[in-house]
């Protein structure tokens, strides 16, 4: 079972009387399923429903730890902060603590005995995430081996698969990977989410890319015939993962166009565990 410290992963500890509910009511998680379960998938979105920070919520003794992209921890913390307002809540970096992840090899199942870090809260199959102080985890694999394993489930990551401030959580797959609590109450960008729930117009989703040569580096530019579709995330050897507009990538597959990521020509299919579809094809025509 391989495991691994995710160093491009830095830890915001957030404690105090307040913190469950300050986070309950700025974050599109829930933090009761946080409590309950160990762990949880969300987002701090602007007030226009894009995504400005994805992240893994812990619980952690009497509060809870966010394991964010390093780059983007102190941002975030200072984001966060800005809506504590009044609350009890201490928001800061905790460099003594790291993330960890412990994978299958191959098809060997976990053992589901007591005390085991909870698994991902995006995906059963990516193993088990947790946080703790640095140091204390013996590991015998990389991050890129980590990212190896995410990029073959198809499993975006802000950031990289998708840009900070451009893209909604239906575009990062948030609503197929749990991470959008769709049944509680407000948070920042709440209503631009359920509207776009509740019309359907989400038309920008997460694909699972593979070719017969390596793929370009992130962002180059899918396409089919002279068409943009999208976008290119993380790649790593002959799969990666891609942030496309699916109707247009519907009509072009319809029609028998080959598709490329830069110059290399990719096989595209929905993620094992989507739960959306391909939708009709684009009018003529549509921008």
Known sequence: MPTAHLDDRAVIRIAGPDAHTLLQNVVTLDVPAVDRRGSGYGALLTPQGKILWDFVLHRSGDGYAADVRAAEAEAFAKRLSFYRLRAKAEIAPAPELAVFAAWPAGNDPFPRSGGEAAFDPRLEKLGRRW???????VTDASCADWHRHRIALA???GGVDFVFGDAFPYDAAMDALGGVAFEK????????V??????GTARRRIVALSARASLPAPGAEIVAGERPLGRLGSSSAEHGIGLVRLDR????????LPVRAGAVEVAVALPKWATYGWPDTAAPGED
Do not use: F, K, N, T
């Open 131 to 137: 946080v703790a102080p640095a140091g204390s985890v």
């Open 155 to 157: 499993i975006p990551e």
């Open 185 to 192: 109450g407000c948070y920042v960008g709440q209503e631009v």
């Open 194 to 199: 359920s509207r776009m729930r509740h019309r």
């Open 249 to 256: 990538l519907r009509a072009a597959l319809d029609q028998g």
